[in-house]
């Protein structure tokens, strides 16, 4: 199979910020466009692999990187509010839009705490995109900040709002069992090891975002679910999804499995499900 070079590009938002993200054209004609959006500590180099196989099955892949992470240097760690990222979202999709000929489907993929994003932005404006696909999405974590240090980020989120904490999730063990792959994340300049207070804060409040003004989603949705996932409840996470779903909803899971499938000894299988969902959607 041919090799698929990708180019690093950017989008400027209303707001003045310089998103970056990863192009990948797609072999022959394309069947649709797969935007994705990362977690909380990483970005798009993490997922090249499976975003370069999507572009050989015949789709145009764009990954965006948060502001504030990845590729995205300027206030590292930080957003004024989760309502910014939703936006940074919603005027990247829709600039997308604008970008597709014919009728080929635009669809979001969402991994970990992306998913928080995700269905947030769809309660804030609806139908942007024609289906989700959720990588053990973060709506139900099983890991948070202790009492001690929730008390320090509510307190900075007052009077230094910008102070850095540590995000709770720097064991690389919590992502994958690959020793290859726990030595490139203990070693990746561009994971995410700390955010604001306000980023923080406001990723709680993103959580009663979606909770009190959950909305029913029509368009497809494909959820996959790692057996072995350290970082997300399973049950909870399978539960609340389906509150959320009134349309197609499809669940994988696999039993094996830890949180972030790229590193996984064969991902290759979860990357062929992904596609045969795709073409059993969005036939022509």
Sequence with gaps: MVDTPFEIASFVTSGGYK?????FQPVGISKGTIVFIHG???HGGWYETSCKKFAQAGY??????????????VSRGDSPSFRTLLDDLKEFLQH???????????????????????????IRIANLVDGFILLAPGFCPK????????????LGSLFSPRRLFNIPLNDPDLFTSNP???KFLKEDPFALRKATARFLLDSV?????????RTKISKPILLLIAGQDKIIDNEKT????????SGSLTIIEYPKAHHTFEFEPEPQKHIEEIEEWLQAQFKK
């Design 143 to 154: 890991i948070q900040p202790t009492r001690k240090e929730r008390f320090f980020i509510a």
């Design 19 to 23: 998103l970056h993200y990863r192009h």
């Design 180 to 182: 290859v792959a726990q």
């Design 205 to 213: 409040r993103l959580d009663f975002y979606l909770r009190i003004f």
């Design 238 to 245: 399978i539960a609340f999804v389906k509150r959320f779903s």
């Design 96 to 122: 997308q839009r604008k970008e597709i000929t014919g009728s080929t489907p635009l669809i979001l993929g969402a991994i970990s705490w992306g998913g928080k994003i995700a269905f947030g932005l769809e």
């Design 40 to 42: 909380i500590q990483s």
């Design 60 to 73: 145009r892949v764009l990954f965006l990187d948060r502001r504030g992470s990845g590729l995205n240097e």
